[in-house]
């Protein structure tokens, strides 16, 4: 979020400008209540996407659970969990050259499907923690979207010399040498950020 309060106004930032925390471009800010997609569509009409998980995948899922049961001090449950995740990797099968074109296709149908459906649904039902929720991912969401197509135009040159630092609360993803001091999507303090790889 770009606060013209604190900051230039925005007509006068140069057209190259990057947001000093997560690199996106100037075209990938909007202001603010603009709507970037169509009109959400109904959860009925998303296509269908419960299908058997990949190795990988589930992987993913138990991490995130062995993570969930840590924070609840589940330890026995934690270790069960992270056990399978790292079992699971082992039986992954190698990420194939186009999965970053699909990841970043699979990221912005999110963006401009999946969101605003769940928004709408939400809404509808008047739950304000979802709609809570879906506030921070559709944020870290963009953010990751302006990260891939980043990464597609710099590749690996983008992550030399520098760290990935992810928010154990929300998810955002920073990319230097140390996390900032507040994560500007869920405001914990840059404690809750875990350094990803090296």
Excluded at 129 to 143: C, F
């Amino acid at each position: 979020m770009y606060d013209e309060a604190q900051n230039p106004p925005w007509e006068l930032l140069p057209n190259d400008w990057k947001c000093p925390l997560c690199g996106a471009s100037k075209a990938d800010f909007l202001p603010e209540g603009a709507q970037q997609s169509a009109p959400a569509a109904s959860l009925s009409s998303l296509p269908d996407e419960l299908r058997p998980l990949s190795a990988m995948e589930l992987s993913v899922v138990c991490s995130n659970l062995a993570k969930g049961c840590e924070k609840q001090y589940l330890l026995e449950q934690a270790a069960a969990f992270a056990r399978l995740a790292d079992w699971l990797k082992g039986q992954a099968e190698p990420v194939h050259s186009g999965a970053f074109d699909s990841l970043l296709e699979k990221v912005n149908r999110d963006l401009s499907e999946g969101y605003p459906a769940a928004s709408a649904a939400a809404q509808e039902n008047r739950d304000r923690g979802a709609l809570r929720s879906l506030v921070w991912s559709e944020k870290v969401t963009r953010m990751l979207s302006s990260l891939l197509n980043r990464y597609k135009t710099e590749g690996d040159a983008m992550l030399e010399n520098t760290g990935v630092w992810v928010c154990a609360i929300c998810g955002f993803v920073y990319i230097g040498d140390v996390p900032p001091e507040r994560c500007p999507v869920c405001k914990v303090p840059g404690r809750k950020f875990e350094k990803i790889g090296g």
